[in-house]
């Protein structure tokens, strides 16, 4: 079993900074690849970036690509999500999911079936 809690939204200026934190419960932390999905008001939860168990890859969808990046602490179980460069578009709920199976990594990391556990999300909003 694992709980997700997000922290670190809020309202930034376009060209500002986040990190978001996801603190994770549960012996299996550290064996479970990891993403982060956004849903903005109207629109379907998309992927934002996903990290494999041992940090050693690490995924973006193309919209925050040389802006995010998603690293994780497995001594703490922690993951984060470093924002930079924001833009009015990545408006939206930001949440933390961890894999459904634990050492399981394949080409599904940018599904949200892949994924089992989420969080309640944290709120990130850009103003222009």
């Known amino acids: 079993q694992v709980q997700l809690v997000e922290s670190g939204g809020g309202l930034v200026q376009a060209g500002g900074s986040l990190r978001l934190s996801c603190a994770a419960s549960?012996?299996?932390?550290?064996?479970?690849?990891m993403g982060w999905f956004r849903q903005a008001p109207g629109k379907e939860r998309q992927f934002v970036a996903a990290i494999h168990w041992s940090a050693g890859s690490t995924y973006y969808d193309d919209s925050v690509k040389g802006r995010f990046t998603i690293s994780r602490d497995n001594t703490n179980n922690t993951m984060y999500l470093q924002m930079n460069s924001l833009k009015p578009e990545d408006t939206a709920a930001y949440y933390c999911?961890?894999?459904?199976?634990?050492?399981?990594?394949?080409?599904?990391?940018?599904?949200?079936?892949?994924?089992?556990?989420w969080g309640q999300g944290t709120q990130v909003t850009v103003s222009s």
């Open positions: 549960g012996r299996t932390f550290s064996r479970r690849a």
């Open positions: 999911a961890a894999a459904r199976f634990s050492e399981y990594w394949g080409n599904s990391y940018h599904l949200q079936s892949m994924y089992y556990y």
